[in-house]
């Protein structure tokens, strides 16, 4: 049985809030995906970059969107961003590097995950390698850098999708109501580092 709960996280509401925010400054679009997820930017066939997120998953979308909302623009061209990706089994060094990279996304998705009223769990994405992963300690970290952006402000497009995330779900705007105050804000935002 579904609660109400659980109906306000639905995979339509949050592309709708991506999708409307971002498609047409940036040309990128949610998409729901079936397995690995995958930025892949616009080709000649499909004019449009994909934030593509695992299975359907709701805290998937919020993962991949917290990426894209870090990368530059020239990261923007590339396949996953150009970045490297090793899956569960990496050993100190690799598992060291994957949780450096993964702070400030991760961070991001925290804000996000609890601007939607959801519980966030950080993810050390290692299940199946013979190194010892200090949960605790990553988690801290996370949190450091949550306080950090809290204090020194988002990237652009985080701190607009965060406004409609907020108005979405904690203010019970509706969808186009929450969408035109995220894009009113990075309008905004765009204009004052002119």
Known sequence: MVTQ????????????LF??????????????????????????????????????????????ISHWCIAGEKRRQQEDY????????????QQQAFEKAEIGPQALEKLFTLA???TFNVSVDNLGGDVEVDRDAFANKVDAKVVHYLK?????????????????YQFQDTLAQAVKQAQQELEEALIATI
């Open 5 to 16: 709960e659980q109906e306000r996280w639905t995979l339509h509401d949050i592309t709708a």
């Open 116 to 118: 939607c009223g959801r």
């Open 152 to 168: 020194e402000g988002l990237p652009l497009r985080a701190n607009a999708f965060l406004v409609a995330l907020t108005r979405y």
């Open 82 to 93: 150009g970045y490297w990706y090793l899956p569960d089994g990496r050993d100190a060094q």
């Open 19 to 64: 999708d409307g925010v971002f498609s047409t400054r940036y040309q990128t679009r949610l998409i729901k995906g079936n397995d690995e997820p995958l930025y892949r930017p616009a080709t000649s066939e499909i004019p449009y970059h994909q934030v593509i997120f695992a299975h359907g998953f709701f805290a998937s979308a919020l993962h991949e």
